[in-house]
Structure formats: structure tokens, C-alpha cells
């Protein structure tokens, strides 16, 4: 992809970035599964426990619906490791895309925070 303002780059963009959310929502719904389990193993205090794992339980669920949204738009396969692949290959390839396009320009002179034209006759006129 060379040109990233071209409205043809941006065919897809929508669908890619709602799966991006997603897994990095199911990532953190893991992670809080994960934390609940250690936390529920340290505590002392049954009432605090009972809390944690009431939370484990919702973190739980929440892992699950994650999960079975992001099966439906098949954004993800868990059964299934040779369907999985290809697609996290590809959202490999487009975060390498991404990181390799040049957002900024190598002019970055700015006067201000615009761009500062150079005009030679209103610097002759002002003489």
C-alpha cells in the first residue's frame, strides 16, 4: 500500500478494525480471567473471595460472549487452527503494512503549525 489517503486503501478498514477491538478485548477478558484466579488464590478473607470469584464468573461469560461475536464474523476459529492461520497471517501483513507506510513528510520545517510558504516578493515588497 503506497498511497494511504487513496479511499481504495480503505476498503476493508471497518471490518478490520472491529475484529482488532475485538481480539484486543479478548485478550483482556483472559487477562482478567487469569488475574481473578490468582487473586482468589492469595485471599485470606472469605468475603473478599466470594467477590473475586463472583467476578471470575462474569470475566468468564465475558470471555465466552467475546468469543462466540468474534466466531460469528469469523474473525475467529478456535476449533479450528488451519482457518485460524491464515487470518492471523494476514492481520500480521497488515500491521507490517501499516508500520512501513510514511505517515510523515521528511519536510517538517514549520514556523508555526501550519506550513509556511515561501514567497520571495512579499519579502521584496515589504522592503
Not at 481473578?36 to 470471555?63: F, K, S
Amino acid at each position: 500500500m503506497r498511497d494511504y489517503l487513496d479511499p481504495e486503501n480503505a476498503k476493508g478498514m471497518p471490518d478490520l478494525m472491529d475484529s482488532a477491538i475485538c481480539t484486543e478485548m479478548l485478550i483482556t477478558a483472559k487477562s482478567a480471567v487469569n488475574n481473578y484466579a490468582i487473586a482468589i488464590t492469595e485471599a485470606v478473607n472469605p468475603e473478599l473471595r466470594q467477590t473475586l470469584v463472583r467476578h471470575l464468573d462474569e470475566a468468564i461469560e465475558m470471555q465466552g460472549a467475546i468469543s462466540s461475536l468474534m466466531a460469528q464474523h469469523n474473525w475467529l476459529f478456535p476449533a479450528d487452527p488451519k482457518s485460524q492461520f491464515p487470518f492471523d497471517r494476514k492481520a500480521a501483513n497488515t500491521a507490517i503494512d501499516v508500520v512501513r507506510m510514511d505517515l510523515f513528510p521528511y519536510d517538517t520545517d514549520r514556523l508555526g503549525m501550519f506550513a509556511t510558504p515561501t514567497n520571495t516578493e512579499s519579502k521584496e515588497n515589504q522592503q
